[in-house]
């Protein structure tokens, strides 16, 4: 180091002299093709950006607003909330894990379920909120997807999820990988029932979730670039000491080895889930 | 067959080691009576054995449920069932030796068995992938699940995975895929289903095997949604923290059964089922005579919705009041 040190510095930085200041917030950077973008056009854009058409992730609610109706959304198991049932404390108590989320990401938990309906056709949807705990399934999230299940059959409608999780959550030990079992049988009465289930996967769909509801889609659905896999690209690497093909895990890669159906823009997902559910149940086309 | 010892056992070990050398020197001079050392040392031994095994910890527990000479899966089917016959193969891939599968009859009644399989040696180790399951091997045993049901046979699951293997081909060939599908089949099959965990159960690779509706689980076998190291590299950032883990993951035969999510906890000998696996097939052979014979009785729908109502049940949560 010691030569290193010892340099002339020519080139000094002075901190705070030359910046422009720029309000908040306003302008962001594509994290894929580097375009510096005015944040209205991308919010209006899906949050796709509109250079290179890079799929930004998104929260539960946004996701809501842009595929659903704007009238008769009624939230299903908003009132089933988590608890730590292992006392579960790592550097922090599982405890204080969920107060702090739910006060960072304003939910309750990372599943957000909603009865409603896409361009008229009516549809209970199941939303992913990833900012809370990284999307994890826990009880809460096994069981408010059970119950938007249970009233998609009551209720003949389609069932949807949108998936973006990096799998179960650890906080709540075996009660977590159970979850994989309750949503999965939950499945098989919708079936039963005749109705459709569309699993849409977004960035990232990982482990447990990928491993349970969201492989099991009638149809599903991808979008460009989302990671899907069961166990993550750092553990394979680890495991077959071997450098990953490019685009592993990937969207398109999943597309070309047949484990999806289709891969669709976040911009036209609301119109193509529509037209894919009124063929499905046999409904007239949507306009 | 000499006996490995783990860490924890290491006592155990040198007092044991102590009396068979007591006993091999005593051929040389049969004129001296050491009978009481003898017996004064096999108490101890003993005392010292409740005292180890009577305070085992979530992290030596998994120790023993990974224990190398531990009995897998075939070992149980060898000696719990007849007419084995094994079926191989997923018709579309390969066949998957880390998974066993097959037809036999338990006490004469036809079963279908099917179970996660470890190696003993490093060569069949490597064969079996160390117990780690492909695609393939989900899809072998889904067939085989179809095939149990079409005929009416109840199914025997011996759970005993590390996880499900997380390979390239793996993820090219959907190993997420193969085991949801499990699940979702498993959760609607009609034929009775009941699952006994005998050594690790390592997360979806073991739910694959795992939905089912009865489970039994060995008194030193684990069900875990993450391994302990894994656990501990990711939440406690160091891999040594995994005892640490293991206990926090709540992993063990008797925290599950308070939990609600196995039924039964079947007694393994003192030191673990590989120091007296004839007392351990022997237990577990009147377990599962309960299980299979309790199934009997009962109508397919009843049994589906049962199984239904259990799996609906899983999962700890508060509802608050609607505002």
Redesign the interface.
């Known amino acids: 180091m010691g030569w290193l040190n010892k340099l002339p510095q020519k080139i000094q930085r002075v901190v705070g002299a030359d910046k422009k200041t720029v309000p908040e917030g306003l302008w962001s950077k594509c994290s894929s093709c580097q375009s510096v973008l005015y944040r209205k056009d991308l919010e209006d854009n899906a949050e796709v950006c509109p250079k290179c058409g890079y799929h930004n992730r998104i929260g539960a609610r946004a996701r809501l607003a842009q595929l659903l109706d704007a009238e008769g959304q009624f939230e299903i198991g ?6 730590d ?2 006392k ?4 922090k108590s599982y405890a204080e894990r969920i107060k702090e989320s739910q006060k960072s990401v304003n939910e309750k938990d990372a599943l957000i379920v909603m009865q409603g309906s896409i361009k008229s056709v009516p549809a209970v949807v199941a939303v992913f909120e990833f900012k809370f705990m990284g999307g994890s399934m ?3 999230v ?2 408010r997807f ?1 119950r938007g299940v249970q009233t998609a059959i009551d209720n003949k409608m389609a069932f949807i999820c949108i998936s973006a999780s990096g799998g ?1 959550r ?13 949503t ?6 919708l079936s039963k029932a005749g109705l459709p289930y569309i699993s849409v996967l977004t960035d990232p769909t990982m ?2 979730v ?7 889609g009638d149809v599903i659905v991808a979008e460009p670039q989302a990671l ?5 690209p750092r ?2 690497e680890q ?2 000491r ?1 450098t ?2 490019d685009g ?2 990937r969207a398109e890669f999943l597309l070309e ?3 999806i159906d289709l891969i669709i823009d976040r911009r036209e997902m609301r119109n193509r889930l529509a037209s894919l559910l009124a063929n499905l149940m046999r409904l007239p086309a949507v306009a | 067959m000499k006996i490995t010892y783990l860490d924890f056992e290491q006592p155990i070990a040198q007092l044991e080691a102590k009396i068979e050398s007591l006993r091999s020197s005593h051929d040389d001079h049969d004129n001296l009576d050491i009978s009481k050392e003898l017996t004064a040392l096999e108490k101890k031994s003993k005392k010292l054995s409740e005292d180890i095994y009577g305070n085992l910890t979530a992290w030596q527990i998994s120790q023993m449920a990974r224990h190398p000479q531990r009995p897998y899966t075939l070992d149980y089917i060898q000696a719990l069932f007849t007419d084995f016959e094994e079926l191989h193969g997923d018709r579309a891939f390969s066949d998957d030796p880390a998974i066993v599968g097959g037809i036999a009859r338990f006490e004469g009644q036809p079963v279908m068995v099917i179970g996660h399989q470890k190696g003993r040696d490093i060569k069949e180790r490597q064969y079996r992938n160390f117990g780690m399951p492909r695609p393939e091997g989900y899809r072998k045993a889904l067939r085989l699940f179809r095939l149990a049901e079409k005929f009416n046979i109840p199914i025997v699951t011996f759970i005993d995975t590390p996880g ?5 081909g ?8 193969a ?3 499990n ?2 089949v498993m ?2 099959l009609k034929t009775p289903i009941i699952g006994v965990i005998i050594g690790e159960g390592g ?2 690779g073991a ?2 095997l ?2 089912v509706d009865q489970l039994l689980m060995l008194q030193y076998g684990t ?4 391994s302990p190291e894994g ?1 501990a590299s ?3 950032k160091s891999a040594d923290k995994a005892s640490v ?1 293991a206990e ?4 063990t035969a008797d925290k ?1 059964k308070t ?1 609600g ?1 196995i039924d039964k906890i079947v007694p393994e000998p003192m030191g673990g089922a590989h120091r007296a696996p004839e007392e351990m097939m022997a237990s577990l052979k009147v377990a599962l005579k309960e299980e299979l014979t309790r199934f009997k009785s009962k109508s397919i729908k009843t049994l589906l919705v049962s199984r ?1 109502e259990r ?2 049940s ?9 505002k």
């Open positions: 908003a009132n089933v909330q988590p608890i049932p292992l579960f404390k790592d550097s826990g009880s809460v096994g069981e059970a179960a650890m906080q709540e030990g075996l009660l977590s990988l159970m979850q994989m079992a309750k999965s049988a939950a499945l098989t009465q482990g447990g990928s491993a349970s509801f969201a492989m099991l899907i896999g069961f166990a993550g553990v394979i495991t077959v071997e990953l093909p592993f895990q080895h047949g484990a | 499900a293997y997380p390979g390239i793996a993820e090219e060939r959907g190993q997420s895929e085991i949801a599908r699940l979702y959760a609607e997360s979806g739910l694959a795992g939905v069900y875990s949604v993450i656990c990711i939440l406690y883990a926090a993951l709540a992993i599950l939990l999510l239904y799996l609906m899983y999962g700890k949560f508060k509802e608050v009041a609607e």
